[in-house]
């Protein structure tokens, strides 16, 4: 089933809302927790989720501030991304939440305002209003993923996860070009359970390369927040195998590849 626009978007508003609920009444001790071993504070998880939001926005609205950042992005990599998110993590707690709630309502009218059938360009390939929205779900679920880690917060599973399984599948292709690979022939299919107990179901049903499991956890796989070894998915082929070494739903490098839990 084609997710819809206003579906994503009442998605992604549930999700930030989670999140906004778990950090708005932190200390300042609580905003400096650290969330990830490269030292990002849960300032710097709500920095990039709003830095990335006014992207975003300004890729829909201010195509000329837009054409700048690629620029920068072109010549610097993601030492740009982290250079923005150390800078907005060092506004008061405070600002930057107001910050961030403000501007991801200004992006959810902005992608409801982009007329049928137009793409909107990005540091990938350029996308649709929902395809946006559905990169704006990923990256504000695994980022709050780690901040509810951090904080010793359960997460909620939810339906909704299947627009990052969707985005892991369907950036198959990118996983490979991202690391040199070439992309294998075989086509694989994707067969997932998903949290209300449903089957979830990519990819052509006679292909004989079939990744299987909780959909779930390969979310967790796909956003790189878990090792293969640590979740409840597996390959059935050499093709599906490989993928899962390297399996991810968002543009940019691959960043370090998570240990399995228990070593460091």
């Given at each position: 089933?084609?997710?819809?626009?206003?579906?994503?978007?009442?998605?992604?508003?549930?999700?930030?809302?989670?999140?906004?609920?778990?950090?708005?009444?932190?200390?300042?001790?609580?905003?400096?927790?650290?969330t990830t071993p490269e030292g990002w504070t849960v300032a710097?998880?709500?920095?990039?989720?709003?830095?990335?939001?006014?992207?975003?926005?300004?890729?829909?609205?201010?195509?000329?501030?837009?054409?700048?950042?690629?620029?920068?992005?072109?010549?610097?990599?993601?030492?740009?991304?982290?250079?923005?998110?150390?800078?907005?993590?060092?506004?008061?707690?405070?600002?930057?939440?107001?910050?961030?709630?403000?501007?991801?309502?200004?992006?959810?009218?902005?992608?409801?305002?982009?007329?049928?059938?137009?793409?909107?360009?990005?540091?990938?390939?350029?996308?649709?209003?929902?395809?946006?929205?559905?990169?704006?779900?990923?990256?504000?679920?695994?980022?709050?993923?780690?901040?509810?880690?951090?904080?010793?917060?359960?997460?909620?599973?939810?339906?909704?996860?299947?627009?990052?399984?969707?985005?892991?599948?369907?950036?198959?292709?990118?996983?490979?070009?991202?690391?040199?690979?070439?992309?294998?022939?075989?086509?694989?299919?994707?067969?997932?359970?998903?949290?209300?107990?449903?089957?979830?179901?990519?990819?052509?049903?006679?292909?004989?390369?079939r990744v299987t499991g909780d959909a779930y956890d390969f979310?967790?796989?796909?956003?790189?927040?878990?090792?293969?070894?640590?979740?409840?998915?597996?390959?059935?082929?050499?093709?599906?195998?490989?993928?899962?070494?390297?399996?991810?739903?968002?543009?940019?490098?691959?960043?370090?590849?998570?240990?399995?839990?228990?070593?460091?």
């Open positions: 089933m084609k997710a819809t626009l206003d579906g994503v978007l009442t998605d992604l508003a549930e999700e930030s809302a989670l999140l906004d609920g778990w950090v708005s009444d932190l200390d300042a001790d609580g905003w400096a927790t650290v710097h998880q709500v920095a990039h989720l709003y830095w990335t939001d006014l992207a975003s926005l300004d890729a829909i609205i201010d195509p000329d501030a837009f054409g700048r950042s690629l620029r920068t992005a072109a010549a610097e990599g993601d030492g740009f991304v982290d250079r923005e998110a150390e800078r907005l993590a060092a506004l008061e707690p405070s600002d930057l939440l107001q910050r961030w709630r403000q501007g991801r309502g200004m992006l959810a009218s902005a992608l409801r305002g982009v007329p049928d059938g137009t793409k909107v360009p990005w540091f990938g390939p350029p996308m649709s209003p929902a395809s946006m929205a559905t990169a704006r779900f990923m990256e504000t679920w695994a980022h709050a993923h780690d901040v509810a880690e951090a904080l010793g917060r359960p997460y909620p599973r939810r339906d909704s996860v299947r627009h990052v399984v969707h985005l892991g599948y369907r950036t198959r292709a990118f996983a490979h070009g991202v690391r040199g690979l070439p992309l294998p022939e075989q086509e694989v299919r994707l067969e997932l359970r998903g949290p209300s107990g449903d089957t979830w179901t990519w990819g052509p049903a006679w292909a004989s390369e979310a967790l796989l796909a956003t790189r927040r878990r090792h293969v070894d640590d979740v409840k998915v597996r390959a059935h082929g050499p093709e599906a195998e490989q993928w899962l070494t390297i399996v991810q739903a968002f543009a940019g490098q691959p960043g370090n590849d998570p240990k399995p839990r228990g070593r460091s």
